[in-house]
């Protein structure tokens, strides 16, 4: 490589010097014509390195061809390691740059020097150059404006080096560089955006070094695609699956170089039990059932604040449940109390608030437990799950007027919490009951009731349960209170256990989706929480990160402004909002 990469190198300084004889600057025929036969006898077999004695002593024929007269008019001492002529300098083994240059030099080689750096504004006191070649020295590092002050450089060579770190901004301000050579040097990576100040670049050469095909190299794959420039092969000397592939052809990289992190958005000062979201003109809502503050209390995202602000709050006592229903354009909050009955509110445009639509005849519900919204066929429906020993979940159906009891479906079983299910064209109901196995209820059009369908066996204590997809799959989240939560999924006409995950104080196992990645989050009473993400491989939840909430009621989506939330709901702390971040692991 170091052969191949000093001929491309003297190659393109050839093309540098015949521009040069063709903007007329220098003589004639004669000197060129020995200059060819001179490199091509002098090129080595393909294999045999080229000593650097030769390869200085063609630099200098070509120096001295193109500049007959060696002895400028104006009296300037040639360092001791250079070889000066009136436009070119080439110095061999210097340990420094030479500090006093003439005006009008236009090319400066250092070859086999000693230093470690390109540091910043080293060459600005030759700002005529045209033509640098830093060959075969021991640069580790190339500075942020390494090249600054040299507004015409058109030909940059730092070959075969050791050059391991280029800053970003190395190359800013170049941008009459045609050809840019990084040839054989031992770089795994290149910072973001490199070459962006290149405008003119013709060529670029950057074999011979180990690049890693990562997320690191993910923005060079993408400008290889937008370049106008001719580069050379770069080939990915790892990550292991990408080992001996070229990142010019590479249209993806292993990885799609995107993780993501739940961070804190925002606290608020309320104890909770659940959190429900609406929109309504554009505005996104949540509804906190503050059983503490004996509210459900409104929270409207304030766009310009970026975060949520307190909009109403629906009085009552003991509410344990606020859920929204949009019917035709009209929002209303179901509010679940244990005391005193429940009631449907209604927001008024008018007053900018909810008031009160009808109340609730709950003569056979004793303690809701949680309440679900729903529509089949184009009808509106909500349930509530009674927890009460002798209480009976009960079905409500919307008739225009108002929401009224219609069919009473379970007795006696202390339902803890209650999952609509639409699957295969079929309604479902799942309740999760404290003294038996979930119970499978199904939609039966003709009779225009939900009837007993059989029940996710061996399932006892399931104190809830959510139903969530991941592409075409159907699954289940049972929630444990203590031993093991359960991930379930549809398969020939039953639900099969896939995974259990560890409760420890769990009330609530609930599955979300963010920008396409499948989550779980899990509460717990004695420990952290934990939020699994969906393998798409393995296929199965493992675990993403773990934060802490105390006694975690519930945990509810929320998105807006496209951005994502989940709010957590607690049962003795503040109601907690993460917000669900994107990380390019290119940057
Ligand atoms: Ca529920």
């Given at each position: 490589m170091a ?47 080229m ?9 200098s024929?070509?120096i ?17 390691a ?54 075969s ?20 060579f ?22 840019l ?45 937008s ?86 709050n ?11 229903v949009?019917?035709?354009?009209h ?13 449907i ?41 009674d ?52 119970i ?13 369908q ?97 006694a ?25 909002i993460?917000?669900h ?7």
């Amino acid at each position: 490589m170091a052969v191949d990469g000093m001929l491309r190198s003297g190659l393109a300084v050839q093309h540098f010097m015949l521009q040069r004889v063709k903007g007329r600057r220098f003589l004639g025929d004669t000197c060129a014509l020995q200059y060819t036969h001179t490199y091509t006898h002098e090129r080595p077999a393909p294999g045999i390195e080229m000593s650097v004695t030769k390869r200085f002593s063609i630099l200098s024929l070509m120096i001295l061809c193109l500049s007959p007269v060696v002895y400028p008019k104006r009296i300037f001492r040639c360092p001791s390691a250079c070889s000066c002529s009136k436009e070119s300098i080439i110095c061999v083994g210097s340990s420094s740059v030479p500090r006093i240059i003439p005006n009008d030099i236009n090319s400066l080689s250092i070859v086999n020097g000693t230093f470690s750096e390109i540091k910043e504004a080293m060459f600005s006191h030759v700002p005529s150059l045209q033509l640098l070649l830093l060959n075969s020295n021991s640069f580790t590092t190339i500075r942020d404006d390494a090249f600054s002050g040299l507004p015409h450089l058109e030909y940059l060579f730092i070959e075969s080096n050791k050059i391991e770190t280029t800053s970003r901004y190395a190359f800013r301000g170049l941008r009459d560089l045609t050809h840019l050579s990084l040839a054989n040097n031992n770089m795994k990576a290149l910072p973001r955006d490199l070459f962006m100040d290149l405008d003119s670049l013709i060529e670029l050469d950057l074999r011979g070094n180990a690049f890693e095909c990562d997320c690191r190299a993910k923005w060079l794959m993408t400008w290889l695609r937008s370049t106008n420039a001719t580069v050379s092969d770069i080939m990915c000397a790892g990550p292991e699956d990408m080992k001996g592939k070229r990142l010019n052809d590479l249209r993806s990289l292993a990885s799609d170089c995107i993780s993501t992190d739940f961070v804190l958005h925002q606290s608020v000062g309320v104890q909770s039990l659940s959190v429900d979201t609406f929109s309504y003109k554009n505005d996104v809502f949540v509804a906190i059932a503050s059983p503490s503050s004996g509210s459900c209390m409104i929270m409207q995202w304030d766009h310009i604040e970026m975060n949520f602000r307190t909009y109403d709050n629906i009085t009552g006592q003991s509410i344990v449940g606020c859920k929204s229903v949009t019917i035709e354009s009209h929002v209303f909050v179901i509010v679940a109390q244990l005391f005193g009955g429940s009631r449907i509110y209604k927001f008024d445009e008018d007053q900018n608030k909810f008031s009160k639509f009808q109340d609730i005849e709950v003569a056979k519900v004793s303690k809701p437990n949680d309440i679900e919204a729903f529509q089949i066929a184009k009808e509106w429906f909500f349930v509530i799950a009674d927890s009460a020993k002798a209480g009976m979940t009960t079905l409500y159906k919307w008739n225009e007027q108002g929401f009224y009891s219609y069919q009473s479906l379970h007795e006696w079983f202390r339902d803890t919490d209650a999952e609509f299910v639409s699957m295969e064209g079929k309604a479902r109901l799942i309740l999760a009951s404290r003294s038996q196995s979930p119970i499978i209820y199904q939609w039966n059009k003709g009779a225009q009731k939900f009837l007993p369908q059989g029940e996710i066996p061996n399932m006892e204590d399931a104190v809830a349960v959510r139903a969530f997809r991941i592409k075409e799959d159907h699954f289940l989240a049972l929630t444990r209170y203590i031993g093991d939560s359960k991930v379930l999924k549809w398969t020939a006409k039953e639900f099969v256990e896939v995974q259990a995950l560890p409760s420890r104080g769990s009330m609530s196992l609930q599955p979300f989706t963010f920008k396409e990645r499948h989550y779980l989050a899990l509460g717990s009473d004695y420990t952290f929480s934990r939020m699994y993400l969906w393998d798409e491989e393995a296929k199965e939840f493992s675990l993403f990160k773990e934060v802490y909430i105390h006694a975690p009621r519930s945990f509810t989506v929320v998105s807006t402004d496209r951005r994502d939330f989940i709010f957590a709901s607690s049962f003795k702390g503040n109601t907690q909002i993460y917000e669900h971040i994107i990380i390019d692991l290119s940057l």
